[in-house]
């Protein structure tokens, strides 16, 4: 919402300044976006006669001119088309900053010709765009008058943010009243004259809705003007409409902005020789009817739309914009202005279904002042009549009742919702400066709202409108008192997972991203998601379409752009979420992350080494292990998601439940990408592991051994396909009390071992734990073990 | 015997001896390392050595001689095993400076890389804010992402065709067979309504949670990401006003920025689920650089919204409105770590380039808390 400095004062008498009113505005809710003074840098412009007017003896274009400020004489080189002698010129003195130029102006020699000034255009003074010639000043302007007071620019332009629930404020009077309520000057009186009207209106309404349907239009006023001359409208009301993004139209089209700013009431007017019959309809629009509008467009209309229409047909969307067909040109003579209260939600969803942004919808929208109808009769008919002359018609109205909302209220909530302060007698005072009309009994508040806030209805507001007009300052600063809690994190346990789990993995090389939580179909469906429900109705683009079903393609994605700025070697992890349907159960936290190219660079010390599938898993692993996963349940199972690959790829379940994935991803993917390395992945899903429910903070006992653990190592030949695991665990079973450890060191396949076999080399660890064992007793173990790697596996001692 | 003799005799076998001591002390001083060194202890003290010999043959004299002879044999074999000791340990020292020469590397040479990763900046920003919030008595509590149009809007006051609703740019999803149509959660507030839904009316005297999470909206440019971050708090009590509202508040603008005396000012504002409604802004500075300093300055930056919970949104989880009141904040989390981190450009946040990550990033042992600190001084 756009005014300017004296249109505000119309409505508000003050003896404060435009900073005063500019620091006041925000401490009322009426956060101010702008203030631009063009007046302040053109002071020193001032108004000259050109006297003399000769060509350059060097340059065809230009001219030297000579011209007086009333005190001196000076000479100008111009290249203006249009100076002449005699014209009163805008003149700028050397040493003058030259807003549209964003230069100081010095004096100069231009081809030889000495310079000291300039006459300047309309754009050099940021007063238009108009570059095309100087500006010329009305012949009876004195010379050395400032350009400001000639022009009239004295007016800074303050551009205010309202919020939604504030439609009163999108006048300049509803502003000038909360300015008034907060004791910076008085509201003025509204210049009204009831003007009763000479004869009948030509037009009369007429309501064609249903009786449930009456809510959508409550009210509607009319009025018709005869004998009417529409030409351009007078200067001051075009600089104020131009200074608010108004483009000025002609008289009567001016003088419905001009109030609609002025009170923040749209107006309509029709240009009544176009309209066909006696009678304006306001109903609902049928699919298929088409609305030619003011606009130039032409729409397509649904059922639900709220319309006036003549006996030809629509030709005004209400609320929203005007129709072509009878609007008012410079030709009309005669119209019929139209004011009502149409229904906000209708309006919206109008506005909204056509994508039609008008000042007017934007005011519906926001609730108008159900008094306003009658009183913009009036308002305008002494405007129209001003300005354009001819006769007024008796008013024509439609209209429910409606009774001003009331609120019981009593000022002790004061205190108890907000902490403020305040005396009875200053609650009252602001309510009735911002328009309430309080009936007081006691503690027993009868407050009537005004017709123009329709945003008020219930204690808590009327609450925020005395303490916001008191000031938020004098609201006094609580802690939060301690005495509720003791000492406790703000984390969970399941919060403390994903905390957890991020620093290992950057303490590991990873680097924490976040990315989107929505990416593309295709995407989406390589990672097994992408189905209906997912997938968003109005997308920003077609690359972020669908909700993710895995975080790893948006790191293989995050990953492909790294590398095309040559980065190679990379490690990413993310913790957020993924979803597998749209209830809130079925959006899981996932932990992942990918590592691409070298673990080791090669360097003066070593030569580089490949991420592999084993890093990948110790990374889960040790993750795991940090965010409480207990070892002894994680099973391994080769049957990660179809995204991996089927032969490098695994996943840990406790139970039936998947707790991660990992592996290489699936090459087709990879390849996909246009990744030409392999990609190690994995995904760990935290919710699926089990938090312990006791809350003790003791640890078991510690036990050490206090014997000496002994080793023993063996080969073995087994099958090539078995699993190294089965070895591990078959030997664990020769002595489970004693073996407390396994650890693989070698495997070999190739010389010296047969077809389809391959040897394992495990070192085992023994610990005794009551008394040493004896050579015989490790013997035993030995003997035991290698007997059930053949029992078990069929697998032989390796003879070296 | 004469005694002339004797001593004639004693004198010839020391002189013999002392000749003897000179030469073994030549030879230690000649000696080339602690090999020939033990050689000469050996051909000196040893079964057949040199001046072992002469101990050999004292028997032989009478008890004078033996005395002044053994005592000479002794002084001598005592000083040469000083002089074989002292050699040692020069031979040692020599060795061991051999050793340290030998052993001198090239320490220019590159060290291994830093293989530490990063924690990203928003991430950072949550647990700074989670501590800060941990003190005043919060805990954190989640939500959906993909939320329901009542929780996201109706349940906080905002109807169908709310001009409120509009300023949303609101992301749906595919409707399901019955024509409701999910949204992606515009704000974290729904959360406050799904946590009050599921109190204990009977049971709770006070509550204070933050919120922090991801949003969206359908909003793509220089300063907004379809996809961003919130962080929502909701305290509700039966003695809680706008007091402390204002008092918790600048407690949390204060110490996150890690300025004392930062200005704060609540402005009057709207939104459709608080009633008061108010603005926060805190101070800062605009220097000469083009940079912005946050503490005292001319200029004011919007920072978070706030306000008492709306009666209409207590009473639609059926909290009773006249026993319970309390207050809701909300503050996009972007902002934030920009402003406190001078990251001057939002796009990149998303981008997850692994420069501007080193760059921006936080070391993963750097945990924000009270008392390690809270502003990542060594990253």
Known sequence: MKLTWKWLLEHLETEAGIDQVVETLPKLGLEVASVIDIAKDLREFVSVEVLEVNKHPNADKLNVCIVFDGNKHFKVVCGAHNVKVGMIGVFAYVGTFIPGLNFTLKSGNIRGEQSDGMLCSEKELTISDKHEGIIELPKSTKNGLSVVDVLELNDPIIEIEITPNRGDCLGVRGIARDLAASGIGTLKELKIKEIEGDFESLINWKIDLNKDENFLCPKIFGRSFTDLTNKASPSWMQKRLLAVDQRPISSLVDITNYIMIDLGRPLHAYDIKKIEGKNLTVKKSKKGDKFNALNGKIYDLNNEMLVI????????????????????????????????????????????????????????????????PELVMHYAALMIQKICGGKVSKIVSLQNKNENKKIIFNPEIILKLSGVIIENNKSLKILEKLGFNVLVDNNNWNIIVPSWRSDIDGVADIVEEIIRVNGYSSIPTIMLSRKNYIAKPAMNSKHRQSFFATRILATRGYNEVITFSFLNKVMAHQFNGGQNSLSLVNPISSELTDMRPSILPNLIQAAQKNINKGIDNISLCETGPVFKGDSPNEQLNSISGIRIGNKYIRDWKKTSEKFDFYDIKSDVLETLY????????????????????????????????????????????????????????????????????????????????????????????????????????????????????????????????????????????????????????????SSNIIKVIKTKLSGTLREV | MFSGFKSTMTNQIKEKLIKLSEEIADLISCSSDLTNLDEIRVSSFGKKG??????????????????????????????????????????????????????????????????????????????????????????????????TDYYNFT?????????????????????????????????????????????????????????????????????????????????????????????????????????????????????????????????????????????????????????????????????????????????????????????????????????????????????????????????
Not at chain 1, 718 to 724: F, I
Request: net charge negative; aromatic share 8%.
């Open chain 1, 626 to 781: 940090s965010i409480g996963s207990p070892s002894n349940s994680l099973k391994i199972f080769t049957d990660a998601p179809n995204y991996f690959h089927p032969g490098r790829s695994a996943t840990f379940k406790i139970g039936i439940n998947i707790i991660a994935n990992f592996g290489e991803i699936h090459p087709e993917i990879t390849e996909f990408y246009g990744l030409k390395s392999s990609v190690f992945g994995f995904e760990i899903f935290p919710d699926k592991i089990p938090i312990p429910k006791n809350n003790k903070t003791a640890r078991p006992m510690l036990k050490t051994a206090s014997l000496q653990a002994v080793t023993r190592e063996f080969a073995f030949i087994v099958d090539n396909l078995l699993e190294s695991e089965k070895v591990i665990q078959a030997a664990k079973s020769a002595d489970k009390k004693l073996i407390t450890d396994i650890m693989i060191y070698d495997i070999y396949e190739g010389k010296n071992i047969p077809e389809g076999k391959k040897s394992i080399a495990i070192k085992v660890t023994i610990q005794p734990n009551l008394e040493s064992l004896t050579d015989k007793d490790l013997e035993q173990i």
């Open chain 2, 50 to 147: 040199s001046v072992t010999a002469y101990l050999k043959n004292l028997k032989d004299y009478d008890e004078d001689t033996k005395k002044e002879i053994g005592s000479l044999v002794n002084q001598v074999k005592s000083n040469i095993n000083n002089l074989i000791e002292t050699k040692k340990v020069s031979f040692r020292q020599d060795l061991l400076n051999n050793r340290i020469n030998s052993e001198k590397i090239d320490v220019t040479l590159s060290s291994k890389e830093r293989d530490l990763g990063t924690l990203h900046p928003l991430s950072r920003t949550i647990e700074e804010l989670s501590a800060i919030f941990a003190d005043m008595g919060f805990s954190i509590v989640e939500g959906p992402d993909i939320e």
């Open chain 1, 309 to 372: 229409s003549d006996s030809h047909g629509i030709d005004d969307l209400a609320g929203i914009m005007g129709g072509e067909r009878t609007s008012v040109n410079l030709n009309t003579t005669e119209i019929f202005l139209e004011a009502a209260i149409f229904s906000p939600s209708s309006i919206a969803q109008t506005g909204r279904a056509l994508n039609i942004n008008s000042d007017a919808r934007y005011r519906f929208e926001r609730g108008l002042d159900y008094n306003s």
């Open chain 2, 155 to 379: 349940a906080l006051n905002i109807p169908k065709e709310h001009p409120a609703r509009q300023e949303h740019d609101t992301f749906y999803l595919e409707p399901d067979k019955e024509g409701n149509r999910k949204v992606l959660r515009t704000h974290t507030s729904p959360v406050q309504i799904r946590t009050m839904e599921k109190l204990n009316l009977k049971e709770f005297d006070e509550i204070r949670y933050i919120i922090p999470g991801r949003t969206y909206r359908s909003d793509h440019d220089a300063t907004h990401s379809p996809m961003f971050h919130q962080c929502e708090g909701l305290v509700l009590g039966k003695n809680i006003n706008m007091g402390h509202l204002k008092g918790c508040l600048i407690e949390f603008c204060r110490s996150y920025f890690n300025v004392e005396n930062l200005p704060v000012r609540f402005r009057p504002s709207y939104f459709p689920f608080t009633e008061p409604s108010a603005e926060v802004d805190i101070g800062c500075k605009k220097e000469k650089d083009g940079s912005l300093s946050i503490g005292e300055g001319e200029d004011w930056l919007e920072i978070l919204g706030s306000g008492m919970i709306h009666p209409k949104v207590l009473e639609g989880v059926g909290i009773n409105s006249n026993i319970y009141q309390g207050f809701a904040f909300g503050m996009g989390l972007e902002r934030l770590t920009m402003l406190k981190y001078g990251i001057p450009d939002l796009r990149p946040f998303y981008d997850s380039d692994l420069r501007w990550l080193k760059h921006y990033g936080f070391l993963p042992i750097d945990n924000p808390s009270l008392h390690s600190g809270l502003n990542g001084v060594f990253s």
